[in-house]
């Protein structure tokens, strides 16, 4: 504090910052990456490890023996959506009706800002078909999710037949403590944000859908599955939601124990972990899979279905089944295995999950780097701000220079006023909103006056915006 305090060892002190600004600030910034890329290193990471007691064990027999009659489930899926040109409603319902589930449906509509890519539509319709397998020995305040999203084509035919045959199988156990809600979405995000603002009765993004006609309890967990063959060589765990949202670190965890347990392949961003880490081509691929995450992250976007839940703090992930050129294959029924028990495990949990992380980073499943790692180069790198902003401020505050006779010059004795500051802060505003509103209120103009598409009109509109733009230094330096 007395540096701090002393006006001349203060006054030394800006005076050593300012004149060697620009060389601490590339020391910050190289220290900030080279700390940042440290962390793939897997002597500085975290081993991953169950903070929740309720599931700290995988000690439970996994029986589900109904593999092949979920493929033929799924083929079963595939004809009648082919024939119905889009989800098989009525066969879903009479199916999950059939394996003693309580079936409900919700018909939902979404008005598009511009025309679909593809089908050059404004309009998306369709149709969610979920059941209700009630908890036999709880109260039903409770629930977990199994979501599998039915996509055109041959997509995905699959994960509703193992979906629907894990429905079956799970209808004839006796120890479920929460309500298991099976979901069949169409449209993808669309149906699925549709369902979530029915069951929590919100309506954040302005689409129409019918009321929930049945409900479970509180959802704790929900797992989206992805599978569009009847044999895969590894399953991904896609972890990343809106705004970079990511799930508690112990649902990650329990779905490792388990592919451990059961010998199945697992990646994270596709990739497999690799044990050679004190090798270079090892390090480069656990700094391949941290970046990956981080550019997934900072996208903003939704990778699955799961993406979602996140944002009603459920805890969420996708898992999808890849079928590679590995030699290494697992059927459809160690999957079912696996997710049997992992909601087995779910079943045990006597809280939200909250002991564990929800902000880390992963370069390989078995290892993790918590916020307290990676936060320090970050904060080496807003450090450079903070010293750009001390030096400007002291090129602001400084007294005017003095002439050869030792009298200052009146043409410099005019400090600079808010209004130097303010233009530019302005200016940056207007900027932003302008990217905000003017693309979308430009687009109808746009199709009558020239020959593009509504889509084009955006994208075009937007870029005009951004070089508007690249004028702004000059006139706010006039």
């Given at each position: ?425 302005v200016i940056s505003h207007l900027t932003g909103v302008a990217l905000y509103t003017l693309p979308i209120r430009f687009q109808e103009m746009a199709v009558e006056h020239f020959p593009v598409s ?18 702004l230094p000059h006139n706010t330096n006039r």
């Amino acid at each position: 504090m007395g540096l701090l305090s002393d006006p001349n060892r203060r006054r030394a002190l800006i005076s050593l910052l300012t004149r060697l600004n620009a060389p601490i600030c590339v020391v910050c910034y190289m220290a900030g990456v080279a700390w940042f890329m440290g962390l793939a290193f897997e002597p500085f990471t975290l081993r991953t490890y169950m903070s929740e007691n309720a599931m700290g064990s995988t000690m439970v027999e996994e029986r589900f023996p109904a593999g092949e009659r979920a493929l033929a489930t799924g083929r079963e899926f595939a004809a009648h959506k082919k024939k119905a040109g889009g989800m098989p409603v009525d066969w879903l319902v009479k199916t999950m009706q059939s394996h003693g589930l309580e079936v409900f449906t919700q018909r939902f509509s979404r008005t598009l800002p511009f025309p679909d890519e593809n089908k050059e539509r404004y309009m998306v319709k369709g149709t969610n078909v979920y059941g209700i397998l009630r908890a036999p020995r709880a109260s039903r305040t409770e629930a977990l999710v199994l979501s599998a999203p039915c996509t055109p084509g041959d997509n995905n035919n699959q994960a509703v037949g193992l979906l629907l045959g894990l429905a079956q199988y799970f209808r004839s156990q006796v120890f479920w403590a929460k309500d298991i809600i099976f979901l069949v979405n169409e449209h993808d995000l669309i149906g699925m944000q549709a369902w979530l603002e029915g069951y929590h009765h919100t309506n954040t993004t302005g689409m129409d859908w019918s009321p929930l006609q049945g409900r479970g309890g509180s959802i704790q967990a929900a797992l989206s599955l992805e599978l569009s063959s009847d044999v895969i060589t590894s399953l991904d765990l896609v972890l990343e939601g809106l705004n970079g949202q990511l799930p508690n670190l112990d649902l990650v965890n329990l779905f490792y124990a388990f592919c451990q347990k059961i010998g199945v392949l697992c990646t994270t961003q596709g990739k497999l972990q690799r044990n050679d880490w004190d090798s270079v081509s090892g390090y480069s691929h656990a700094v391949q899979t941290m970046m990956l995450m981080v550019m997934k992250q900072a996208s903003g976007r939704s990778w699955g279905d799961h993406g979602l839940f996140l944002r009603y703090h459920i805890e969420a992930a996708t898992i999808k089944g890849i079928n590679s050129f590995r030699q290494y294959k697992t059927d459809i029924t160690t999957i079912g295995r696996l997710m049997e028990g992992m909601y087995r495990k779910l079943n045990n949990l006597l809280e939200r999950l909250h002991q564990s992380y929800f902000f880390y980073l992963m370069p390989s499943l078995s290892h993790f780097v918590s916020i307290g790692y990676y936060m320090p180069a970050f904060g080496l790198l807003a450090v450079i701000l903070l010293l750009r902003a001390l030096d400007l401020w002291v090129q602001l505050t400084a007294p005017p220079p003095r002439t050869e006779d030792g009298v200052v010059d009146p043409e410099q004795m005019s400090s600079p006023g808010v209004l130097s500051v303010l233009t530019p802060l302005v200016i940056s505003h207007l900027t932003g909103v302008a990217l905000y509103t003017l693309p979308i209120r430009f687009q109808e103009m746009a199709v009558e006056h020239f020959p593009v598409s509504e889509t084009e009109a955006v994208v075009l509109t937007a870029i005009a915006v951004y070089t508007a733009g690249l004028a702004l230094p000059h006139n706010t330096n006039r």
